[in-house]
T-cell receptor
Framework: SQELEQSPQSLIVQEGKNLTINCTSS?????LYWYKQKYGEGLIFLMM?????EEKSHEKITAKLDEKKQQSSLHITASQPSHAGIYLC??????????FGKGTRLSVIA | DADVTQTPRNRITKTGKRIMLECSQT?????MYWYRQDPGLGLRLIYY???????NKGEISDGYSVSRQAQAKFSLSLESAIPNQTALYFC???????????FGPGTRLLVL
């Protein structure tokens, strides 16, 4: 079965700093999904990557899928308190429900 | 109005009680899912349904059952709740064949 490992598990950054979160798959990815969760709330879909080398951006958040389609990174530029939360990656391995990583907890301090 | 709703939002129950968590969606999606989230364990799939007549077990289905009453409704039941079922429960939907899942706000369940 497919497994996703996220790193780091948690991250504390100063407001205005850049940061990167990684998601590594045990198998080739058909699709990689990034979600954000505010503490104790539902997951909000951020973006989806399918093609090797693909890169997408939403406001100050950029996600990339590497050429071999086994790793994705999420980069936040000039972090703000509104970026705080838990970021989860989800993998599509065919016609089955998404498998999720355990999440990266991001705190942004002033 | 939210596209995926869950009721109740919070529930406290006692060991041995039967409870039902309900999920409704207005997105018109065929596929629905139930997950639980525990600290340090991430999201784990309990059951999923690709259409009204389709029910599939997920990673951790023991102790749970589901009912897909209609395309828009998918209920999760705990027949006899136990304390280790204390968790945050999420319902999600997706539209075949696109896999992007849209989540409800969650139900926080405490089993005493």
């Amino acid at each position: 079965s497919q497994e996703l490992e996220q790193s780091p598990q948690s991250l504390i950054v100063q407001e205005g700093k850049n940061l990167t979160i990684n998601c590594t798959s045990s198998k080739t990815l058909y699709g990689l999904y990034w979600y954000k969760q505010k503490y104790g709330e539902g997951l909000i879909f951020l973006m989806m990557l399918q093609k090797g080398g693909e890169e997408k951006s939403h406001e100050k958040i950029t996600a990339k899928l590497d050429e071999k389609k086994q790793q994705s990174s999420l980069h936040i530029t000039a972090s703000q308190p509104s970026h705080a939360g838990i970021y989860l990656c989800g993998a599509d391995s065919g016609n089955t429900p998404l498998v999720f990583g355990k999440g990266t907890r991001l705190s942004v301090i002033a | 109005d939210a596209d995926v709703t869950q009721t109740p939002r919070n529930r406290i129950t006692k060991t041995g009680k039967r409870i039902m968590l309900e999920c409704s969606q207005t997105k018109g999606h065929d596929r629905m899912y139930w997950y639980r989230q525990d600290p340090g364990l991430g999201l784990r799939l309990i059951y999923y349904s690709f259409d009204v007549k389709d029910i599939n077990k997920g990673e951790i289905s023991d102790g749970y059952s589901v009912s897909r009453q209609a395309q828009a409704k998918f209920s999760l039941s705990l027949e006899s709740a136990i304390p280790n079922q204390t968790a945050l429960y999420f319902c999600a939907t997706s539209d075949s064949p696109i896999q992007t899942q849209y989540f409800g706000p969650g139900t926080r369940l405490l089993v005493l």
